[in-house]
């Protein structure tokens, strides 16, 4: 009898189990799938570290970037460039650089241009693989510019007329007639914080059904159970007694409504609400994810129009996750954000003097931790600067951005707090951060589609992509297949090929290409005269939907400008600008090409009067052939004796291609320093040479050489070259020196490493200038955990 019930129950388990499998069929698919994508779609998230948050025009704006995983937030060694810019309000680039990452971090420096109007303006970095991607994810934050020797508006905000933005956010995404869920809320002025005021919902017949105000930075929420047919709307009052009216979302026949709270200190309870046409079981489908990763599934029937879902906190990844409905056919419903708190956080701490003197030593002593007060071993960048108290929006932290605001639509006002005296309120206020900052980060059609998402910008993992195209003279249109050249001045020399595709799109990879320089593109002008080309920005045109915040400045710090317009000024006259550059290349250095089979320095023989000369008399690798009155070369194959190739190789003189032998044989040979030769095929992308000759002058600049005119020849900037940054050492000898020293930034230094012991140390020399300054450290461990330390010591005047 035993026997019998144990053999029944395993038929019923395999039926249920086929049952099961059978049901999960969508749930499988959707981990498939999801898995395929995020495998493709790696995010990076990078945070800027700029040395101040205010400038003056003339001044230096220095930045270090970390470049890290989105989901770990530990380094990633993936793009070796990226792009930094600064925007005005209507998103014109007032600058513009690029910089060479390294295991994920990067430095550099830019000149604040003297033509900018005082006002704020956006800072944003990304790099060419973000660009695929929305621009919410790029990094931005505020900047305050100001030009001192333009006259401006100190208070133009004050006399625009005053508006509000208020916004409204059912959670889960929709407001739907006859279900009660919970509506979040947030009112920002012109200067982007939040407000106070009082507020009521009115129905038609301006009926108050709910009264609201705020509880932080203008953000709240009120529950509202809306009735079919019915529209509403909110009006608020504010501190100055002003009246305004918006609208609210609007009132849905039928949908999804969905709720999430926490259940116990080890669960999330996720309830799904819904009101459908029929009244047929239906399914529907529950994906949260952290970032991409950590992904929950889950899959349940409504029954009388709702279900409930219980999500263990132990599965969720640490920070913001994101929680989707989907319906039967996978199309999403209701979506929230859930906030997870990061265990860890790095804690800095720098013991610094309180007060020093002009042109005073001051060694800092920093120390890192992380977790249980473990020494841990960080890369830091520190920022020393004068608190001039001229108004300005601090910038973000690192810890807070990176759990926070880059992972949020829209500016976050005072991020650090919902990190600050952690208790039932602060979650309670961060809960209502996450429903007035919800939105689609991934697109689910991309996600759940029946191919694999495509990406159109590559990481630059190798060098800077250069994209262009080549187009008809004629008509515009895209010529297609022709062989591109780009190459630019420099040694040793590097050609870049490719072959136009259908739109007559080509890119060229270029590595090592540091600083400003003369790049030529052309097509084969042997066979092809009547192509033009288009260089296309490698700047990101698209845009956040952040606004800029307006600009305010108090005219009783009209004394403290003027002292800081005379610093900039004094600090420009007198402080050097240095520079590390690499060293100098040697000129006999390996080309793209490699070693040579054959290289001849002309100043080792009887020197000729012609190229013609020269190249028959002692160049053995090449022979000159005259036909109908044009030259021609021809290589002799090496692998192969006394067979020689019945085309053209690949001319370059100081790496730029020559398609024209007769213009070679004109040359002047006093003019080349040497000749060297490749005496075989040579594959380069998808472009196959019969040999190359590359002729080199002593200057490396074509020698007076005229290139054909239907070659482009155009600057381009590349990476900009590492600026080092100079401050003075005080000693005995030079501390009395009379060279005036008005530094308001008295040190940068974006790579310090702390050691397995956790600590570092910094030294600088104090300035001139007196008054308070500020000491900010930004820095993060291998493993993602990241912190930041604010210190400030005094500079009084020097005795003399």
């Known amino acids: 009898m035993r026997l019998r019930t144990f053999i029944c129950g395993l038929l019923a388990l395999a039926s249920y189990s086929s049952s099961y499998a059978q049901d999960d069929a969508m749930l499988a698919s959707m981990r498939e799938r999801f898995g395929l994508y995020t495998e493709r779609a790696v995010q990076e998230k990078l945070y800027v570290h700029i040395d101040r948050p205010f400038y003056l025009v003339g001044e230096t704006m220095w930045f270090k970037a970390y470049n890290l995983n989105g989901a770990t937030h530990r380094f990633l060694d993936l793009s070796k460039v990226a792009y930094l810019e600064v925007l005005d309000a209507e998103n014109n680039a007032v600058l513009q650089t690029k910089f060479a990452m390294v295991d994920g971090r990067g430095n550099g420096s830019a000149l604040v241009p003297s033509t900018l109007v005082s006002g704020k303006y956006k800072l944003r970095c990304y790099t060419n693989w973000m660009k695929n991607f929305s621009a919410e994810s790029y990094f931005e934050t505020s900047i305050s510019i100001l030009n001192p020797f333009v006259r401006f508006d100190p208070d133009r905000a004050s006399k625009e007329e005053t508006h509000y933005d ?8 929709h407001l739907v007639s006859g279900i009660e869920g919970k509506i979040a809320f947030r009112g920002v002025g012109a200067d982007g914080k939040g407000i106070k005021f009082k507020g009521t919902i009115i129905n038609q017949q301006n009926e108050t059904v709910r009264e609201f105000e705020p ?3 203008g953000i709240g929420y009120f529950t509202l159970k809306p009735e079919d047919n019915v529209t509403y709307k909110a009006a ?3 501190s100055k007694g002003q009246r305004f009216e918006y609208e609210l979302p609007k009132v849905e026949p039928q949908g999804y409504v969905m ?8 669960l999330v309870k996720v309830t799904v609400t819904a009101r459908l046409e029929s009244e047929e079981p239906v399914n529907v489908f529950l994906l949260a994810h952290t970032r991409q ?3 929950v599934f889950g899959k349940k029937g409504l029954g009388k129009g709702q279900v409930v879902f219980l999500l263990e906190k132990a599965k969720l990844g640490e920070g913001i996750t994101q929680i989707t409905i989907f319906n039967e056919k996978l199309k999403p419903v209701c979506e929230r954000l859930y906030f997870k708190r990061p265990e860890k956080q790095l804690t800095i701490d720098a013991q610094v003097g309180k007060s020093f003197i002009g042109r005073e030593k001051v060694a800092m002593n920093i120390s890192a931790a992380a977790g249980q007060a473990l020494p841990a071993w960080s890369n830091l960048s520190v920022a020393v600067y004068l608190d001039d108290s001229i108004q300005y929006q601090p910038q973000h932290d690192i810890h807070s951005y990176l759990w926070l605001t880059a992972d949020l639509k829209g500016d976050i006002e005072n991020p650090a707090y919902y990190f600050q005296n952690v208790n039932q309120d602060t979650d309670r206020q961060l809960d209502n951060l996450m429903l007035t900052h919800g939105w689609r980060r991934l697109k689910w059609d991309k996600v759940f589609g029946g191919q694999l998402v495509s990406f159109e910008n590559l990481p630059e993992y190798d060098g800077h992509f250069i994209n262009a195209r080549v187009l008809n003279r ?3 249109t895209p010529a297609v297949n022709k062989e591109a050249y780009l190459a630019s001045l420099d040694v040793p020399a590097r050609l870049y090929v490719d072959m136009s595709d259908k739109e007559g799109r080509v890119k060229f990879e270029v590595r090592q290409f540091t600083g400003p320089k003369e790049i030529t593109l052309q097509t084969n ?3 092809d005269s009547t192509y033009r080309f288009e260089v296309a920005t490698p700047f990101s045109r698209q845009f956040s939907t952040t606004p800029i915040t307006s600009f305010y400045f108090d005219k009783k710090l009209e004394a403290q400008l003027l002292t800081r317009s005379i610093n900039m000024q004094t600090g420009n006259a007198f402080l050097p600008r240095l520079y590390a550059e690499k060293k100098a290349v040697l000129t006999d ?9 054959e290289k001849y320095f002309l100043d080792d023989f009887t020197r000729f009067p012609t190229m013609e000369e020269v190249l028959r008399e002692y160049v053995k690798g090449i022979l000159v052939r005259k036909r109908q009155k044009e030259f021609h070369l021809r290589m002799i194959d090496k692998l192969l004796p006394n067979t020689y190739y019945t085309t053209d190789p690949l001319m370059l003189l100081d790496g730029i291609p020559v398609f024209d032998a007769d213009k070679i044989i004109e040359m002047d040979p006093l003019k080349v320093k040497k000749i060297e030769l490749i005496s075989s095929r040579y594959f380069l992308g998808p472009m196959t040479f019969t040999g190359i000759v590359s002729f080199s002058t002593y200057r490396g600049d074509l020698g007076g050489f005229e290139l054909d005119p239907k070659v482009l020849v155009m600057p381009y900037e590349g990476v900009q070259a590492q600026r080092e940054f100079y401050a003075p050492k005080y000693d005995s000898n030079n501390a009395n020196s009379r060279i005036a020293d008005f530094r308001n930034l008295l040190h940068w230094a974006p790579n310090v490493t702390t050691g397995k012991d956790g600590k570092a140390t910094v030294e600088f020399y104090t300035s001139d200038q007196t008054g308070r300054y500020q000491v900010v450290i930004q820095g993060i461990t291998p493993d993602g955990t990241a912190g930041s330390k604010t210190v400030s010591f005094d500079v009084k005047k020097r005795s003399l």
Do not use: C, H, R, Y
């Open 166 to 173: 208020v916004q409204f956010f059912p959670e889960g995404g």
């Open 474 to 476: 004629a008509d515009g």
């Open 259 to 266: 709720q999430v709270k926490d259940s116990t200190a080890a």
């Open 236 to 238: 608020i009052t504010d």
């Open 293 to 295: 990763a950590n992904a």
């Open 589 to 597: 250095s390996l080309p793209f090409f490699g070693m040579p089979d």
């Open 215 to 217: 509880e932080l930075n």
């Open 525 to 527: 002008l042997a066979t």
